[in-house]
């Protein structure tokens, strides 16, 4: 499953959903409660934090960047592959 969580409003939400035909889950997060429970840096300056959870749970990849959206795909990906390889390592 893929979800992106943001503080932006559920409106915005929606209209970037539809704009870019996106299919995954858009949740709004405006206290920003997900990002600190997930310690998401960030808190200060815009930015980005993909981060690779298995079903346990377990983080097995993180990435921070300001905005890079193609990295953050790229750095997915190799967290999922990390996942199918069953290999886990610290976030």
Request: charged share 25%; aromatic share 4%; no cysteine.
């Amino acid at each position: 499953m893929v979800a992106g969580v943001s503080s932006d409003s559920v409106e915005s939400h929606r209209k970037f959903k539809e704009h870019h035909n996106l299919k995954h889950i858009l949740l709004s997060d405006p206290e920003k409660k997900v990002r600190k429970a997930y310690d998401a840096g960030g808190l200060l300056l815009p930015g980005r934090v993909t981060y690779v959870i298995a079903q346990d749970g377990t983080i097995v990849h993180a990435y921070e960047s300001q905005m890079n959206a193609r990295q953050h795909v790229k750095e997915a990906i190799e967290g999922l592959k990390r996942i199918d390889a069953g290999a886990k390592s610290p976030a």
